[in-house]
């Protein structure tokens, strides 16, 4: 299954590879030539960073690429009223202690927490609606029990 991503992430990753692919070749191609114009390249040690990181530049870009391409965008209307899905924003009871939390998201916002949908939590959460409880399984083997309070979906 394709890791699904919000539209405002798919944006995002786009922009930083037009990025990468404009700004960031026509910054190494103008240190390439700068190092060029030192002279011998066999000893040029300005010359041998600058394509070192023109490689990793193209590594970076081929990675977004083969990501972007591996994604299924959410959109709008994927989303049902007050079930968690990916881009979620959602408040959680934990033990009494209350969660704000964006799901599968990274959050602008610094009182939400950015939750993988990977994560134990995310995985437990995804579909669920509030007043729903679900358990979750901590990396030390205990089990928690959460439940959610409230779900709407971020625009974020």
Known sequence: MA???TRKEYDKL???LAYLKKEGRDEIKERLQEARAH???S???EYDEARNDQAKLEENIAQLE???DSVEVISDEDFKKGVVHIGSQVE?????SIIKCLIGSSSEDPELISVSDDSPVGKAIMG???GQKFEVELP???KVTMKVLSTKYSHN
């Open 92 to 96: 959680i009871d934990d033990n009494g």
């Open 128 to 130: 669920k609606k509030a």
């Open 43 to 45: 000893e040029n040690a």
């Open 14 to 16: 786009q922009k930083e």
């Open 3 to 5: 890791r699904q991503i």
């Open 66 to 68: 083969k990501e972007l």
């Open 140 to 142: 030390s083997g205990e």
């Open 39 to 41: 002279g011998d390249l």
